[in-house]
């Protein structure tokens, strides 16, 4: 499956719109795509509780403040097509499954931002683990 709304709507998030512009969602791709770019939570594939990448997204965007008052966000997932697309502002829905925010069932792949654009998160799979990373931009003076 290749259509990043139905992606977004098969892992439990409602589609609320678009926003922002197709340069933004590449820059945050780009930044979590760099060699130097380094996870701040790893989850084994072979880790027992099947909730364990839910758990640790949860965790992080609630210490970043991801999320905004409602709960909305935007997001990239990798699809055919996203990468000449704006964000799509969502919000999890009571059944949200982070592991299946990719082209394929399990296996997540996506950026996401605060509405502001100040906290970044990218989610992918990388060798036998599911990675976290998270990038603060700090504000001008």
Same mark, same amino acid.
């Given at each position: 499956?290749?259509?990043?709304? %139905?992606?977004?709507?098969?892992?439990?998030? %409602?589609?609320?719109? !678009?926003?922002?512009?197709?340069?933004?969602?590449?820059?945050?791709?780009?930044?979590?795509?760099? &060699?130097?770019?380094?996870? !701040?939570?790893?989850? &084994?594939?072979?880790?027992?509780?099947?909730? &364990?990448?839910?758990?640790?997204?949860?965790?992080?965007?609630?210490?970043?403040?991801? *999320?905004?008052?409602?709960?909305?966000? *935007? *997001? /990239?997932?990798?699809?055919?097509?996203?990468?000449?697309?704006?964000? *799509?502002?969502?919000?999890?829905?009571?059944?949200?499954?982070?592991?299946?925010?990719?082209?394929?069932?399990? %296996?997540?792949?996506?950026? &996401?931002?605060?509405?502001?654009?100040?906290?970044?998160?990218?989610? !992918? /799979?990388?060798?036998?683990?599911?990675?976290?990373?998270?990038?603060?931009?700090?504000?001008?003076?």
């Amino acid at each position: 499956m290749t259509d990043p709304y %139905e992606i977004v709507r098969r892992a439990g998030f %409602e589609v609320l719109g !678009t926003e922002g512009t197709v340069d933004e969602v590449r820059d945050v791709w780009r930044e979590f795509s760099s &060699a130097s770019a380094v996870p !701040t939570v790893r989850i &084994a594939d072979d880790d027992p509780d099947p909730s &364990a990448v839910d758990t640790a997204w949860t965790r992080v965007v609630t210490s970043t403040g991801l *999320l905004s008052s409602a709960g909305e966000f *935007l *997001l /990239s997932v990798s699809a055919t097509g996203t990468h000449d697309a704006a964000w *799509l502002r969502v919000r999890a829905g009571a059944d949200a499954r982070v592991l299946d925010l990719g082209p394929y069932t399990g %296996e997540p792949d996506f950026v &996401a931002t605060n509405m502001g654009r100040e906290v970044s998160v990218a989610v !992918t /799979s990388e060798e036998d683990e599911t990675w976290i990373l998270v990038s603060v931009r700090q504000g001008e003076d």
